[in-house]
Each structure stands twice: as structure tokens, then as C-alpha cells.
């Protein structure tokens, strides 16, 4: 099977650090130093439209929450307000006059499922090394039974929150057709280890589904 190259969405608190990425704890310490936000990037983020900042805030959650991950630690309540202290002073034109966004920044890291810098392809890698779901033990199918595990990883990741499966992106990473991850899926879904949760929009996003125990 060949990997596809990347893939993300929204996304997990809960993969161990340093398995994905080899940054140094003396860079973050630079950048701490430098202006106080611990290495994030927030002038990713910056408004420049009105009408976007849920939006966009929420995405800026997700690169703190990246950050995190990758160093194994989590930013102090000082450095999260100096992140959104200087995000609302460049987007100021494009907020709401006297509003407080630092509460709803909060509330945004809270519901963060799938940080910045998750794919796919690193699920994916997860997945491989992890035992089958007891349900498709009997099967002889690798693909299937790969597949649940896949599904059991992003369900890790996204807690709560139904898992996204695109059938397209999907058959790229286990190189076989679109039709033969359809059949899988539908498979898992006979024998009760995916649960659809809200169907598919053509052309606008894939079905979303529950991986059940």
C-alpha cells in the first residue's frame, strides 16, 4: 500500500508528542522570549474581513493546540491571552467594538478535536501498528480490518465528534479504488463498527460516521 501525501481536518489533543515532528525545545524557548506566545503563529491569523472571526479564531485554536502537541506541553494562561491580546489588535478593524474575544478563544481550544499539523497519513501510520477491532477479527479482509483500525484512530482523535471519511482521499492512502472503500465501509457499517452520523453533501463534504466499540 502507498501513502497519500496529506491530509487534514479538523482533529486530536491526544497523540503523543514527538512522534510526528522534530522541533527543538530551544527554538520554542527563542520564540517564548521573543513575544511572549510560545512559538505560535498568529499572524497566520489575522482578519481581514468582517464576518470571519469565528472562523478564523477557531482555526487559530487549532495551531495552538499544534504547538502544543509538538512540544508535549501545554502554553500557560498567560501566553494564551498574549496570543489573542495581539490577534485582536491587528484584526481590530474587522471585530466587533468592545467586545471581549478572550473567553470565546477559550471555549475554542476546548473544542479543538484535530490540532494543527494532524493528517491522515500520520492516523494512518497509527493505525497500522495498532490490534484490530474485535468485530472484524473474523474477516480475513487486511484492507478491512486496516480500515477499522483507521476509523478507531480518527475516532480517538475527533473524541466525541463524528469522524470524516472521504472516500476518495481514503482510496488514495490504500491505494485501491473509490468502490472497493465503499464496500469496505458499508461492511463495517454490517458489522456495527461505523454508525453514519450525518450523510454525505455531493460536492460539499463527505459523510461523517461513529466508530463504535
Same mark, same amino acid.
Given at each position: 500500500?502507498?501513502?497519500?501525501?496529506?491530509?487534514?481536518?479538523?482533529?486530536?489533543?491526544?497523540?503523543?508528542?514527538?512522534?510526528?515532528?522534530?522541533?527543538?525545545?530551544?527554538?520554542?524557548?527563542?520564540?517564548?522570549?521573543?513575544?511572549?506566545?510560545?512559538?505560535?503563529?498568529?499572524?497566520?491569523?489575522?482578519?481581514?474581513?468582517?464576518?470571519?472571526?469565528?472562523?478564523?479564531?477557531?482555526?487559530?485554536?487549532?495551531?495552538?493546540?499544534?504547538?502544543?502537541?509538538?512540544?508535549?506541553?501545554?502554553?500557560?494562561?498567560?501566553?494564551?491571552?498574549?496570543?489573542?491580546?495581539?490577534?485582536?489588535?491587528?484584526?481590530?478593524?474587522?471585530?466587533?467594538?468592545?467586545?471581549?474575544?478572550?473567553?470565546?478563544?477559550? +471555549? %475554542? $481550544?476546548?473544542? *479543538? /478535536?484535530?490540532?494543527?499539523?494532524? #493528517?491522515?497519513?500520520? &492516523?494512518?501510520?497509527?493505525?497500522?501498528?495498532?490490534?484490530?477491532?474485535?468485530?472484524?477479527?473474523?474477516?480475513?479482509?487486511?484492507?478491512?480490518?486496516?480500515?477499522?483500525?483507521?476509523?478507531?484512530?480518527?475516532?480517538?482523535?475527533?473524541?466525541?465528534?463524528?469522524?470524516?471519511?472521504?472516500?476518495?482521499?481514503? +482510496? %488514495? $492512502?490504500?491505494? *485501491? /479504488?473509490?468502490?472497493?472503500?465503499? #464496500?469496505?465501509?458499508? &461492511?463495517?457499517?454490517?458489522?456495527?463498527?461505523?454508525?453514519?452520523?450525518?450523510?454525505?453533501?455531493?460536492?460539499?463534504?463527505?459523510?461523517?460516521?461513529?466508530?463504535?466499540?
Amino acid at each position: 500500500m502507498k501513502l497519500a501525501n496529506s491530509w487534514s481536518e479538523v482533529v486530536p489533543t491526544a497523540v503523543p508528542s514527538g512522534q510526528l515532528y522534530d522541533e527543538s525545545e530551544e527554538y520554542d524557548e527563542v520564540d517564548e522570549s521573543k513575544d511572549g506566545c510560545g512559538g505560535v503563529q498568529w499572524q497566520k491569523y489575522v482578519l481581514n474581513k468582517g464576518h470571519t472571526s469565528d472562523t478564523i479564531l477557531f482555526e487559530l485554536a487549532r495551531e495552538v493546540r499544534g504547538v502544543e502537541q509538538r512540544r508535549g506541553k501545554s502554553l500557560t494562561v498567560i501566553q494564551y491571552r498574549a496570543i489573542c491580546d495581539k490577534w485582536e489588535d491587528v484584526s481590530r478593524r474587522c471585530l466587533r467594538k468592545g467586545h471581549d474575544y478572550f473567553p470565546e478563544f477559550l +471555549a %475554542k $481550544l476546548d473544542r *479543538v /478535536t484535530m490540532p494543527k499539523g494532524e #493528517t491522515l497519513e500520520t &492516523a494512518f501510520r497509527r493505525a497500522q501498528h495498532r490490534e484490530s477491532p474485535s468485530k472484524v477479527l473474523p474477516v480475513h479482509n487486511k484492507g478491512l480490518r486496516l480500515l477499522a483500525s483507521l476509523c478507531q484512530e480518527l475516532q480517538y482523535l475527533y473524541g466525541d465528534q463524528p469522524i470524516m471519511l472521504c472516500q476518495t482521499s481514503v +482510496a %488514495k $492512502l490504500f491505494d *485501491v /479504488t473509490q468502490q472497493t472503500i465503499s #464496500t469496505w465501509i458499508h &461492511a463495517l457499517k454490517t458489522l456495527e463498527v461505523l454508525r453514519l452520523a450525518e450523510p454525505a453533501i455531493k460536492n460539499a463534504r463527505a459523510a461523517r460516521y461513529h466508530f463504535i466499540e
